[in-house]
Structure formats: C-alpha cells, structure tokens
T-cell receptor, first 114, second 109 residues
Framework: DGGITQSPKYLFRKEGQNVTLSCEQN?????MYWYRQDPGQGLRLIYY???????QKGDIAEGYSVSREKKESFPLTVTSAQKNPTAFYLC?????????????FGDGTRLSIL | KQEVTQIPAALSVPEGENLVLNCSFT??????LQWFRQDPGKGLTSLLL?????REQTSGRLNASLDKSSGRSTLYIAASQPGDSATYLC????????FGAGTTVTVRA
C-alpha cells in the first residue's frame, strides 16, 4: 500500500543529544513536509522540501535540520539547540510541489525528554 | 499572518445527534479550506476540501460550508456515531497551510 512511514513511533532524547526522526514515502510525491503539534495548538510547519536536494524553512525551523537526498526520504534532526523538543511530529507529502498543501500524513513520532 | 480558530475546543454529544463544528480565519484571501480528522496518536486524514470558489462540499454524512467573506467554515456531521469520536482540524491555504487547534469530539453510545 502507498503511504508515509514514520519511525520510531516514540523517541526519547537526553540533554545535549541530537535525534533523527525518519520519514519515508512510496507515493512518488515531489513535496514533503515536517510539522510539529503541541496540545491546544494547530500544526506548525518546521521545514518543507519541494524537490530533491532542496528544502525551505517553515515557521519554526530553529533547532531543527533536514536533508532531502532521495525523493522517498525526508529525515528531521532535532538538535540540542531545540530547548523544548517535547511534541508530536508529523511528516506529510503532496504530489504538487507548488501547492504547499500536504495531502498525506504519516502516523507521527512522539518525542519526549528523558 | 493567517489565524485559524476552532470553537469549541471539545464537544460531547449522544449518539444520533448532528454535529456542528466551527472554523474561523482572519484573512479571506485563501485558495481553499480543508477539514481533517485525527484519531489519538495518529496522523491526519483529509475529509473534505472546499475550493475558494465553492460554497460547500459533501461526502456521505459530512457537509462543509465556506463563507469566505465572513471568514467562516462549518463542518456538519449528520447522525453522529461513536466511530466519529476524534479531533477535527480545519486548515486554510493561502501561500501555505495554516491549521486550527482542532475540536475534540466524543460521541456517547
């Protein structure tokens, strides 16, 4: 089945540690997105990529980094510079690289601080 | 900056009752508006997408209306069922997608 796979489902980070969240899609979509979801708030865009080897900062990119070396993969690294990383992270994709409108979402990764 | 608000934050109804969920946005210059469903600990599933030129969109028991001039959309779910229990989010698209915080719905059997 086509879709987006996020792993792991749960992740714990120690102080000063970088962690990487995986996002893989087999939908052949050009555009991919990373969102952060906090209780009582809407989803906020961290980074997005419209094409391989290119990505753009979203509204809350500080403390995060991404890469897009393959069309299928868009990993997100939460660096030690992100002081409040506890949140639910959602990856999404869309066929149209220009629409900035995600169509399919993964099941998310919940990140917590140890 | 586009602001999207959903009121109420939570709603509990008995099975069979019709649901009315509200979404308001501050900038009417949008391309479209989308309603999503999110189950606990899961990602988002798109329910309905209304283009800016449309007034409403229907899918089964779901009907969404859009009034761009007043910056409002309403999602109606007819004859609610326990399986409709979830969080419903609206999102408006201008140059990017802006999300509301969602309304968490509980349908009591």
């Amino acid at each position: 089945d086509g879709g987006i796979t996020q792993s792991p489902k749960y992740l714990f980070r120690k102080e000063g540690q970088n962690v990487t969240l995986s996002c893989e899609q087999n939908l052949n979509h050009d555009a991919m997105y990373w969102y952060r979801q906090d209780p009582g708030q809407g989803l906020r865009l961290i980074y997005y990529s419209q094409i391989v080897n290119d990505f753009q900062k979203g509204d809350i990119a500080e403390g995060y980094s991404v890469s897009r070396e393959k069309k299928e993969s868009f990993p997100l690294t939460v660096t030690s510079a992100q002081k409040n990383p506890t949140a639910f992270y959602l990856c999404a994709s869309s066929m149209d690289r220009y629409s900035n409108q995600p169509q399919h979402f993964g099941d998310g990764t919940r990140l917590s601080i140890l | 900056k586009q602001e999207v608000t959903q009121i109420p934050a939570a709603l509990s109804v008995p099975e069979g009752e019709n649901l009315v969920l509200n979404c308001s946005f501050t900038d009417s210059a949008i391309y479209n508006l989308q309603w999503f469903r999110q189950d606990p600990g899961k990602g988002l599933t798109s329910l309905l997408l209304i283009q800016s030129s449309q007034r409403e969109q229907t899918s089964g028991r779901l009907n969404a209306s859009l009034d761009k001039s007043s910056g409002r959309s309403t999602l109606y779910i007819a004859a609610s069922q326990p399986g409709d229990s979830a969080t419903y989010l609206c999102a408006v698209s201008d140059y990017k997608l802006s999300f509301g915080a969602g309304t968490t719905v509980t349908v009591r059997a």
